[in-house]
């Protein structure tokens, strides 16, 4: 009989600079962006670049507490900030041998993986978290017919199954 585990906990952080909308965009104020807003319907500019209150989308108001505010000045590269990247991973390896009377060799083998990985990002809202499972199967079978002939036969079973999950689709 042989079992194993091991067992991974990284915990870590990453620097992470990057664009995010400020709260004027947010109320339809781009007269900071370098590009000319234009009126959906008819194409044409809006003036200074500012969408009146009366057209910006209730849904963008709402949207707006899941942003976090800038860290930093201007438009680009405004959000400085540390972003979780975690490595969760429970694994076990477990086997027994079985030797029946001098000329048969049975065994079996268990592995089993679970990891959850954790995918930071500046906006809270693109961030993952990824589970991943992972067991495997093995059943061998071994028959010594003579000393110059031996028989051996396996099985084998190997099933991952891995997901993305970004909390705020949920």
Do not use: C, W
């Not at 500019?45 to 949207?63: E, G």
């Not at 990247?85 to 009377?101: E, P, S």
């Amino acid at each position: 009989f042989m079992g194993s585990y091991e067992g991974l906990r990284l915990v870590r952080g990453s620097a992470s600079l990057a664009t995010i909308m400020t709260p004027q965009m947010f109320q339809g104020d781009f007269s900071q962006a370098p590009i000319v807003v234009k009126e959906p319907a008819s194409g044409q500019p809006f003036p200074s670049n500012i969408i009146p209150a009366s057209k910006v989308s209730p849904v963008v108001q709402k949207l707006q507490q899941y942003y976090p505010q800038p860290t930093g000045p201007g438009i680009t590269n405004n959000l400085n900030t540390i972003v979780p990247n975690n490595n969760n991973t429970d694994q076990t390896v477990d086997r027994i041998d079985q030797d029946i009377g001098e000329k048969v060799r049975l065994f079996f083998r268990y592995q089993r993986q679970q990891t959850t990985l954790l995918a930071g990002s500046a906006n809270p809202a693109n961030a993952t978290a990824s589970p991943v499972d992972s067991n495997n199967y093995s059943i061998g079978y071994t028959h010594t017919l003579k000393p110059s002939l031996v028989s051996d036969m396996r099985f084998g079973r190997q099933y991952s199954n891995a997901s993305l999950v970004n909390s705020f689709y949920l």
